[in-house]
Nanobody
Framework: QVQLVESGGGLVQAGGSLRLSCAASGRTLSSYAMAWFRQAPGKEREFVAAITWSTGSTYYADSVKGRFTISRDNAKNTRYLQMNSLRPEDTAVYYC????????????????WGQGTQVTVSS
């Protein structure tokens, strides 16, 4: 079993930055892929970014490329989402998720989820 706890959300003005954290516990995650998804009001949950725990390979949605960076700290069993140049359309609840094996952009392939953290970007 894997437990995921997100933190770091909040209210920020357009153009600002936030860093989200996802602390993982429960088992060794060396063979897992970890991802961030987000869900805005009235919209479906969408893929944001992912990282393969063992190799550090990263993947991004086109909408966040060049603005968001996903990273990991293996010693702390934590991964991060640095969000720069935030836009009002980035407003959503952000979730971290984990699955054994390779990265996937489909949320239904992820077995473990955090509780979510709200990010609000004002214009």
């Amino acid at each position: 079993q894997v437990q995921l706890v997100e933190s770091g959300g909040g209210l920020v003005q357009a153009g600002g930055s936030l860093r989200l954290s996802c602390a993982a516990s429960g088992r060794t995650l060396s063979s897992y892929a970890m991802a961030w998804f987000r869900q805005a009001p009235g919209k479906e949950r969408e893929f944001v970014a992912a990282i393969t725990w063992s190799t550090g390979s990263t993947y991004y949605a086109d909408s966040v490329k060049g603005r968001f960076t996903i990273s990991r700290d293996n010693a702390k069993n934590t991964r991060y989402l640095q969000m720069n140049s935030l836009r009002p359309e980035d407003t959503a609840v952000y979730y971290c998720a984990a699955r054994p094996g390779y990265y996937s952009g489909n949320d239904y392939r992820y077995d473990y989820w955090g509780q979510g953290t709200q990010v609000t970007v004002s214009s």
